[in-house]
């Protein structure tokens, strides 16, 4: 019997081998710009294209198939999922179509969901003008503009009185995005919900703790979530429903959540695992790897359950100063730290450092292991305290939009959309 052939769209390296690893027959589509010789070995033909190129990789990906049929398409990467969706309903195979992962993608569509089936409604105001944000951000007490789609904080920004909102509106209209939508802020604590779904069945695996240093970029995450058990029934309650409504079919999903004195709140939701290297917490601490999984499906449509957890894994994410580094020390300290699995730094002299804009501009990051949440948590933050990136001011120079930040890493938010002229 020959290998499964699964089509996989982006993806790092390491991501395409646990594919490999499950005997699947694998074709991969990757942009030029990520291109890493590493996924050559794991792979039985590899295209070099842009795969938010929707009619090209269509074709490409209509041909092999009528060569050799795929059982599935995969993605493991956000810019992609809207295509993947797209390419399983063309070519007919089970999985997440086009309908769900345009739903999770599009947040002013999801929220219009969410609030028309009374699923933890939340106000919302779509291309807001001045005064309406203005008047928007005092009926609510606050307020968080964001683009129509993106992930990793890119473009979120929160008005904390009608004062900041005229600010926000000018903001919003020199940033290359026109997209904008308005909602009310929501106080609480933040986290995330770790799912597979087989069969249309959603299986919470994990609730991930956030901090974000009250910005709105992630610095912290932790596995599992300290949080009492009524509220982790009602957070379970709510991403099902969620999930349901949404109408996904299979596969990891990753949904934001805000537990508010009102109750929770869905923030956004994702048809893929977490980022942040939440996967890697998750198997840490419930010994299941939702990418492993989600390739899974390929050779027995079945999930991974939902095992306890076993003490608690997070990771803290590096910062500093706007500037030039100048200095780089005590990596070598942090990795000697009680509990530390991983140090990565990601900048060396010489190199820019920016205020934080989205999840890009974090520095590196800290992943430990200990016996329990608040453990954990701590020692997270003592051995990223060990690492100090020095910087020196630079002269200003002009800020980037939000589309120039898009550009450095090659994505669109929307494949589907007419490109904009130049």
Known sequence: MSAPRVLVLGGKAGIVRKA???????VHVQKPSAFDPAV??????????????????????RALHEQRPFVRVFTQTEA???????????????????????????????????????????ATLRTPGREELRAFTARHGG???????????????????????????????TTGITDFFAEEYLKGREISVETFSAAGRHTVVALTGKDTGGGVVELGHVVPAALAPADRAAVEDLVTAALDAVGLVDGPAHTEVIVTADGPRVVEAHSRRGGDRINELVRLVHGVDLE???????????????????????IRFLTAAPGRVTAVTGAAAAEESEGVLQVDVSVEPGDTVHALRWSEDRLGHVL????????????????AARIVITTEPVAHTAEDTLVDLLRGVDEVLDPFAAPAAD
């Open 20 to 26: 490999a690893a499950l005997g699947l027959e694998i």
């Open 40 to 61: 050559v070995e794991h792979c039985a033909q590899l295209l070099l294209v842009d795969y938010q190129d929707v009619p090209t990789v269509t074709a490409l990906v």
């Open 80 to 122: 992609a999922q809207v295509v993947a969706g797209h390419l399983t309903d063309v070519l007919s195979l089970p999985g997440n179509g086009a309908a769900p992962t345009r739903l999770l993608h599009d947040k002013p569509a999801l929220r219009s969901l969410l609030n028309d089936k009374g699923i933890g409604p939340v």
């Open 143 to 173: 307020a968080v503009v964001k683009p129509a789609m993106g992930s990793g904080s890119l473009g979120v920004r929160v008005i904390a009185s009608p004062e900041e909102a005229d600010a926000a509106w000018e903001w919003c209209r």
């Open 292 to 314: 492993e999984a989600a390739y899974r499906l390929a050779l027995d449509g079945g999930g991974p359950g939902a095992p306890a957890p076993d003490g608690a894994a997070a």
């Open 368 to 383: 430990v292991r200990a016996a329990d949440t608040a453990t954990a948590v701590r020692l997270a933050e003592e051995a």
